[in-house]
């Protein structure tokens, strides 16, 4: 590798919009994020998920009547 063209790896801290603070390395120091794993609806398991299962039946039902 060449010398002098990568950047510095330095420990630094990612602070959530929640409150959570991550300590890692990275080349830019102190980061802050708006969304973290500990906050996301996805990792909480406030996800919604949609029940598609009344929707098809719902089709099936309407388009059976034509046969």
């Keep these: 590798m060449k010398p ?36 996301h609806p996805f990792f909480t398991g406030d996800k919604k998920i949609l029940d598609t299962a009344g929707r098809i039946e719902r089709f099936q039902k309407r388009y059976a009547k034509g046969k």
Excluded: L
């Excluded at 300590?23 to 708006?34: G, I, P, Q």
């Design 4 to 39: 002098a063209i990568h950047p510095d790896y330095t420990d630094t801290t990612i602070t959530c919009a929640c409150g959570k603070v991550f300590h890692t390395r990275a080349t830019r120091k102190n980061m802050r994020v708006e969304i973290c794993s500990a906050c």
